[in-house]
């Protein structure tokens, strides 16, 4: 029911000292609107038993639904934060023809609700578990609402993303809001020009919303707090399932041996350092990682070195079959079925998740690391 893929390092590191929640210093979390619905039993045990009672920090970075995820599991009770959000995500209903307008307030009422009465200062206050949420800043075209500037803008993104990745840099700009101790930085091979703000009580919510404001869908945020002016929107623009390194700010020096390095020899008897850095934990509905929103229906594959500290689980095929509609979630649900049945379809998918919690509680349990496959993307 469940796949379990790691990076070469991450493979290295847990054939050696065994699957432990100790071993992670940062979770990922993935764009795709309800399909992240797949993950909802893992996410409950992950923060509600695998990482419970954990001491020292947990980086969690998401992307549109996945930032939405981390403002859930970074709070105080993350397990009734995350059904929270998933309970209000699964009954929503929209008119037929929902304007931006209409989607962007009811996204507004989700936010409220998944932040309940304390839940932004919890995120804000958490110091083992620290919430960044990935935003893209636009220019030039993409920046408009009017649907036919903004239109001409994406069509222009498409273009510039065949010929390189790299090239997007000149329409968009990642933004990390993070928690105020943060020290994560994301190393990005393809240039993005990175800039790290700090969440507070002014922005975090309308922070929150940039991340999942989708392209044509809903309305850009405007002038987030303490940021540039101009407009914000969903991350996943760039960061659709992420293809970058993630640093946590600890440096590497080559005169000390450090705790967590091992040191080896070179030919002239120099000493050099080798850092062990802390793995990624990723769950994710495929195991096919897309680096930005236009590669969705593109060949390019993510770099294998932006994955080789990673653990990403990912649903089977078996499993995917087994849910009704033999799919798992998407934003097409909410045209192509009735209100009635795709609530009812999204809720059962939300019950049989759990199943994949029983697998990884399995494993954890057991210990079977012949059954982690190398990731080769």
């Given at each position: 029911?469940?796949?379990?893929?790691?990076?070469?390092?991450?493979?290295?590191?847990?054939?050696?000292?065994?699957?432990?929640?100790?071993?992670?210093?940062?979770?990922?979390g993935?764009s795709?609107?309800?399909?992240?619905?797949?993950?909802?039993?893992?996410?409950?045990?992950?923060?509600?038993?695998?990482?419970?009672?954990?001491?020292?920090?947990?980086?969690?970075?998401?992307?549109s639904?996945?930032?939405f995820?981390?403002?859930?599991?970074?709070?105080?009770?993350?397990?009734?934060?995350?059904?929270?959000?998933?309970?209000?995500?699964?009954?929503?209903?929209?008119?037929?023809?929902?304007?931006?307008?209409?989607?962007?307030?009811?996204?507004?009422?989700?936010?409220?609700q998944?932040?309940?009465?304390?839940?932004a200062?919890?995120?804000i206050?958490?110091?083992?578990?620290?919430?960044?949420?990935?935003?893209?800043?636009?220019?030039?075209?993409?920046?408009?609402?009017?649907?036919?500037?903004q239109?001409?803008?994406?069509?222009?993104?498409?273009?510039?993303?065949?010929?390189?990745?790299?090239?997007?840099?000149?329409?968009?700009?990642?933004?990390?809001?993070?928690?105020?101790?943060?020290?994560?930085?994301?190393?990005?091979p393809?240039?993005?020009?990175?800039?790290?703000?700090?969440?507070?009580?002014?922005?975090?919510?309308?922070?929150?919303?940039?991340?999942?404001?989708?392209?044509?869908?809903?309305?850009?945020?405007?002038?987030?707090?303490?940021?540039?002016?101009?407009?914000?929107?969903?991350?996943?623009?760039?960061?659709?399932?992420?293809?970058?390194?993630?640093?946590?700010?600890?440096?590497?020096?080559?005169?000390?041996?450090?705790?967590?390095?091992?040191?080896?020899v070179?030919?002239?008897?120099?000493?050099?350092?080798q850092?062990?850095?802390?793995?990624?934990?990723?769950?994710?509905?495929?195991?096919?990682?897309?680096?930005?929103?236009?590669?969705?229906?593109?060949?390019?594959?993510?770099?294998?070195?932006?994955?080789?500290?990673?653990?990403?689980?990912?649903?089977?095929?078996?499993?995917?079959?087994?849910?009704?509609?033999?799919?798992i979630?998407?934003r097409?649900?909410?045209?192509?079925?009735?209100?009635?049945?795709?609530?009812?379809?999204?809720?059962?998918?939300?019950?049989?998740?759990?199943?994949?919690?029983?697998?990884?509680?399995?494993?954890?349990?057991?210990?079977?690391?012949?059954?982690?496959?190398?990731?080769?993307?």
């Amino acid at each position: 029911m469940l796949e379990i893929y790691a990076g070469k390092n991450a493979l290295k590191t847990i054939q050696e000292q065994g699957f432990k929640q100790e071993l992670f210093t940062n979770f990922l979390g993935a764009s795709g609107g309800p399909k992240w619905f797949t993950l909802f039993g893992l996410d409950k045990y992950l923060f509600g038993d695998f990482f419970k009672g954990r001491s020292s920090e947990l980086n969690l970075i998401g992307s549109s639904a996945g930032a939405f995820r981390a403002a859930c599991l970074t709070q105080n009770n993350p397990v009734q934060a995350i059904e929270r959000l998933a309970h209000n995500y699964a009954n929503t209903v929209y008119s037929k023809k929902p304007s931006a307008k209409e989607i962007a307030s009811t996204a507004v009422d989700i936010v409220d609700q998944l932040f309940a009465s304390n839940g932004a200062v919890e995120v804000i206050n958490n110091k083992v578990f620290k919430a960044h949420f990935l935003v893209a800043k636009c220019n030039g075209l993409t920046a408009f609402d009017n649907k036919i500037i903004q239109g001409a803008g994406l069509i222009q993104s498409i273009l510039l993303n065949k010929i390189d990745r790299r090239l997007l840099s000149k329409q968009y700009q990642r933004y990390i809001f993070k928690h105020p101790s943060s020290n994560l930085t994301i190393n990005d091979p393809y240039n993005f020009d990175n800039v790290y703000q700090k969440l507070t009580s002014d922005n975090i919510k309308n922070a929150l919303l940039a991340s999942g404001s989708i392209p044509m869908v809903m309305s850009g945020i405007q002038n987030i707090e303490g940021s540039a002016k101009g407009t914000y929107r969903d991350g996943g623009i760039i960061d659709y399932h992420f293809d970058f390194l993630l640093s946590n700010g600890a440096e590497e020096h080559s005169h000390q041996v450090k705790k967590n390095s091992s040191r080896t020899v070179d030919t002239k008897g120099r000493y050099s350092v080798q850092k062990h850095h802390g793995l990624t934990l990723y769950p994710h509905f495929t195991s096919e990682p897309k680096a930005g929103w236009f590669d969705k229906n593109s060949t390019r594959k993510v770099l294998t070195s932006s994955y080789e500290n990673t653990v990403l689980l990912a649903p089977s095929e078996k499993f995917i079959q087994s849910l009704p509609f033999n799919k798992i979630p998407d934003r097409t649900d909410f045209t192509e079925l009735d209100s009635s049945t795709r609530i009812k379809y999204w809720l059962k998918v939300l019950e049989q998740t759990e199943q994949l919690a029983e697998c990884f509680n399995e494993f954890v349990m057991t210990q079977d690391i012949a059954k982690v496959k190398t990731f080769q993307p």
